[in-house]
């Protein structure tokens, strides 16, 4: 590795403008949410169990409940045969009693009869349902599952903080809660701003490109477990910017932008609608690609909201459950104003954006997987700038590959790509061999 050192200069370091982000955002209020709808949303209290569970002595298998002593002679060569009483299905409720000398047909998630002390399982058995002839002897608590034996009554199965997953909601319905407290899923609402895009499937001449970004974060977004609402493209024009955000106000727990905020002046139209608000800063952050940042937060209009108090309420509660957020005074919808080059919005929504979805659900757990690598090829990085080149890791090999073509606009190698190399800012050279830190894209 090379090391350069460089003054700072006016940039901003990745960790300054992470934390700034994370220092704004509030997390969303908790809501009650059926159990049909919480997958993948982020738990708002520590879930008990309010009794043991299992909740009742039950068979683990098909077959016999019997008395120890009653099998103790059983084997193979002297089979022992026990009257058969009752037969005890799963989802029988009556109460049940095993007298001496006998057993009784039990299945498995059946409730134990009383006194029984162990479960012979059919198969050392002849099956038979009047009499039964058992070919083995059965230690005490043979295949039987003790209330409490899974979790006590009381004890914490899944705690607050916890995105859920499958086995989290199995637990949650095992344990007889049809609701749950959940941070909501946070809305983003993705405006790509530029005069030179047209949609996807249409014609365009030259001059013109067809917007990527908007697609790629609201992809993005919903990959960070957000509902994503795509708007339409935004021409560069300074009486159509602050508009069309503004109308999205109402839905958004998280706006983006994409485009018009680098240093070109007065085409660098979201950068020059939202300075005057003085609620976003924009700066360079030293980061490659992606050095142009602007974040912040912007209010609903209270015009709007006192108009329209039902949309108002909608924006923060679309279940119409939620607890009032803490704190008075108008509401602040957290903005990301990212640079309009496909990589950029990228990778800036991946070092910046995951990480705040997260702390909207007050989650720290989405900032993307950091492995160690070994470079199959040299690479280079300019001074004063953290790099995030697009490379192909072989995790079973431990290796990654740097992908040629690494301009910010090169979306075809962003495609061929599974990981983010980081090259810190003071190295400006990393040769074949070389352990480097990548990112494992999502
Ligand atoms: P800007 O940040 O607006 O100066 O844009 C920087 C570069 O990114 C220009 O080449 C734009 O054409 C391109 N670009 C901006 N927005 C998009 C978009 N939504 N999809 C694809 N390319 C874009
Ligand atoms: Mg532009």
């Known amino acids: ?99 001496a000398g006998t057993s009784i047909r039990i299945m498995t998630g059946a409730m134990l009869p009383h006194g029984t ?50 086995m989290h909601i199995a637990v949650i319905a095992a344990a007889g809660r049809g609701a749950v407290r959940v941070r909501p899923r946070p809305r983003v609402v993705v405006l790509s701003t530029g005069s030179e895009l047209a949609e996807p499937g249409t014609p365009i001449v030259p001059g013109r490109i067809w917007d990527s970004n908007s697609f790629m974060i609201a992809a993005a977004a919903r990959e960070a477990g957000c509902l994503a609402y795509r708007q339409a ?40 609608a939202l300075q005057q608000l003085g ?28 108009e329209e108090p039902h949309r ?8 119409g459950t939620a607890e009032p957020a803490e704190g008075a005074g108008p509401e602040q919808v957290p903005i990301f104003t990212l640079p309009g080059n496909p990589v950029s919005a990228y990778v800036s929504f991946q070092v910046f954006a995951r990480p705040a979805i997260g702390a909207l659900q007050a989650y720290d757990g989405l900032g993307l997987e950091s492995v160690q690598a070994g470079l199959t090829a040299p690479l280079r990085s300019p001074p004063g700038r953290r790099s995030f080149l697009r490379g192909v890791l072989d995790r079973s090999r431990g290796r990654v590959t740097p992908l040629t073509g690494q301009g910010s606009h090169q979306v075809a190698t962003l495609g061929k790509a599974n990981a983010l190399i980081v090259v810190p800012e003071w190295v400006v050279q990393m040769a074949e061999g070389d352990a480097a830190e990548v990112l494992v894209l999502p």
């Open 1 to 99: 590795m090379t090391h350069a050192h460089v003054a700072e200069g006016e940039l901003s370091s990745v960790e300054a403008h992470l934390a700034e982000i994370l220092g704004t955002i509030r997390p969303l209020p908790p809501t009650e949410l059926s159990l049909g709808d919480v997958h993948g949303l982020v738990l708002a209290e520590d879930v008990a169990a309010s009794g043991p569970l299992p909740p009742f002595d039950n068979s683990a298998m098909d077959g016999y409940a019997v008395r120890i002593e009653d099998v103790a002679a059983a084997s193979e060569e002297n089979p022992v045969t026990l009257p058969v009483v009752a037969e005890v299905a799963a989802g029988d409720t009556g109460a049940y009693a095993l007298p």
């Open 117 to 166: 002390e162990a479960v012979v399982p059919v198969e050392w058995t002849d099956g038979g349902t009047a009499r039964v002839t058992i070919r083995g002897k059965a230690d005490y608590g043979n295949a039987v599952r003790l209330a409490g034996g899974d979790a006590k009554a009381g004890e914490v199965l899944v705690s607050a903080g916890t995105r859920l997953r499958p």
């Open 233 to 272: 493209i935004v021409p560069d024009h300074p009486d159509e910017v602050r508009p069309a955000i503004e109308d999205q106000l109402v839905r958004a727990d998280l706006m983006i932008t994409t485009g018009g905020v680098s240093m070109g002046g007065e085409h660098d139209v979201v950068k020059a």
């Open 279 to 306: 609620t976003i800063r924009f700066r360079k952050v030293a980061m490659q690609p992606g050095m142009p940042q602007g974040f912040g937060t912007i209010a609903v209009a209270p015009a709007a909201a006192q």
């Open 312 to 319: 108002r309420r909608f924006r923060r509660d679309p279940y």
